[in-house]
T-cell receptor
Framework: NAGVTQTPKFQVLKTGQSMTLQCAQD?????MYWYRQDPGMGLRLIYY???????DKGEVPNGYNVSRLNKREFSLRLESAAPSQTSVYFC????????????FGPGTRLTVL | GQQLNQSPQSMFIQEGEDVSMNCTSS?????WLWYKQDPGEGPVLLIA?????ELTSNGRLTAQFGITRKDSFLNISASIPSDVGIYFC??????????FGTGTRLTIIP
């Protein structure tokens, strides 16, 4: 039982490049989330998926797209990376038997030059 | 978007001291959570609170859900080196979306 896994751990992009951040959970959770963490800002919600086949915008969705591929996987895509998207990205899933208890992945550190 | 006011922003303490931090919101929450984040890792849940006035412990950690439902407190007793990290509060209205505080960075002075 690996919990929530994320790939890659580190990535450097040039402005305008695209990439997809991968997330998977093996806890059979329905809801999954993508956050970004910037210094002094805490975690801000980018997108979330309450169930397979559904996605909704969070607080800071601009510049991102998501795909809930199946119950296990939730990917975050940057179509045209910008320096303002330099951040640490965390994926999380929630255990619905105990509302609002989220489990986080180890994070992806992204730098956009 | 809304973020919770968490204080203090940072703390420098000696090993063995007790620690107190708090989180306040302009809105009422149904759930308060406290997380700890180690360098290079994702946040890990420490304590979850689901009822106003609730006091819950997890080892040396004790957290309280404020009576007004607009605040929460976390205390750490007899701090040890592994307590170093960033502590985040988070609140929820019960819709599975969390609002996070800006974090309290705890440093233990040798």
């Amino acid at each position: 039982n690996a919990g929530v896994t994320q790939t890659p751990k580190f990535q450097v992009l040039k402005t305008g490049q695209s990439m997809t951040l991968q997330c998977a959970q093996d806890m059979n959770h329905n809801s999954m989330y993508w956050y970004r963490q910037d210094p002094g800002m805490g975690l801000r919600l980018i997108y979330y998926s309450a169930s397979e086949g559904t996605t909704d915008k969070g607080e800071v969705p601009n510049g991102y797209n998501v795909s809930r591929l199946n119950k296990r996987e939730f990917s975050l895509r940057l179509e045209s990376a910008a320096p303002s998207q330099t951040s640490v990205y965390f994926c999380a899933s929630i255990r619905t038997t105990l509302p609002d208890t989220q489990y986080f992945g180890p994070g992806t550190r992204l730098t956009v030059l | 978007g809304q973020q919770l006011n968490q204080s203090p922003q940072s703390m420098f303490i000696q090993e063995g001291e007790d620690v107190s931090m708090n989180c306040t919101s302009s809105s009422i929450f149904n759930t308060w959570l406290w997380y700890k984040q180690d360098p290079g890792e994702g946040p890990v849940l420490l304590i979850a609170l689901y009822k106003a006035g609730e006091l819950t412990s997890n080892g040396r950690l004790t957290a309280q859900f404020g009576i007004t439902r607009k605040d929460s407190f976390l205390n750490i007793s007899a701090s040890i080196p592994s307590d170093v990290g960033i502590y985040f509060c988070a609140g929820s209205f019960g819709n599975e979306k969390l609002t996070f505080g800006t974090g309290t960075r705890l440093t233990i002075i040798p």
